[in-house]
């Protein structure tokens, strides 16, 4: 295998799906964004939760909110469910993995709060169970997804956004999702300082 060649199909994979989303993602990111800030102007907070590097890409957009992205501003409220490893581990030994975000939804969240909901491919059990869980609090729900959907779009309502990355390589669909993320820090800090 010639390394270089391969790394060049990697990257133009990548730009090829990233070009595929601009004009199916653009409308669901923009009224995601304005949910978001709405949500945040009102003292609501943002409830993150996915496995793996979705896990991984919860964390950091709470980081990005709590923190700053690219302009100095105040924190913003956001909660990252995969980061508590005690109630994470007691939920998963009592109850059921299944239930590790959405018990922390029903006890953390609020109905001015919006629940951003984070799996590849729309059948992460604990994720879709935190979306009824949100759901159960009066939350709105934006979900980052890929592939057909899986089971997820079944389980949104009409306030809901799906953000659906037009791809069946989870890898793709990952480096996708990071750039979402970012658009919705972007157009948030936009939102919220410029008004």
Do not use: W
């Not at 793996?52 to 302009?71: K, M, P, T, V, Y």
Request: overall charge negative.
């Amino acid at each position: 295998m010639n390394t270089e060649s391969h790394i060049e199909k990697l990257f133009r994979a990548s730009i090829a799906t990233k070009q595929d989303s601009i004009d199916k993602l653009k409308s669901p990111i923009a009224n995601a964004a304005e949910l978001m800030a709405q949500s945040l102007e009102k003292q609501g907070k943002i409830l993150t939760c996915g496995n793996g590097g979705s896990a991984a890409d919860a964390q950091h957009f709470s980081s990005e909110l709590l923190n700053r992205f690219e302009r100095e501003r105040p924190g913003l409220a956001a909660i990252a469910l995969t980061t508590d490893s005690s109630t994470l581990t007691s939920i998963a030994n009592d109850y059921d993995y299944d239930q590790i975000f959405s018990k922390q939804v029903l006890a953390l969240g609020n109905q001015s709060d919006v629940l951003l909901a984070i799996t590849t491919s729309g059948n992460s059990a604990n994720v879709l169970t935190a979306i009824s869980a949100a759901h159960q609090n009066n939350m709105s729900v934006i979900a980052l997804s890929g592939k057909d959907g899986g089971k997820l779009p079944s389980l949104l309502q009409a306030n809901d956004i799906e953000i659906r990355v037009p791809s069946h390589s989870t890898a793709r669909i990952q480096e996708v999702h990071l750039l979402v993320l970012h658009c919705l820090c972007d157009l948030i800090d936009q939102q919220i300082l410029d008004s």
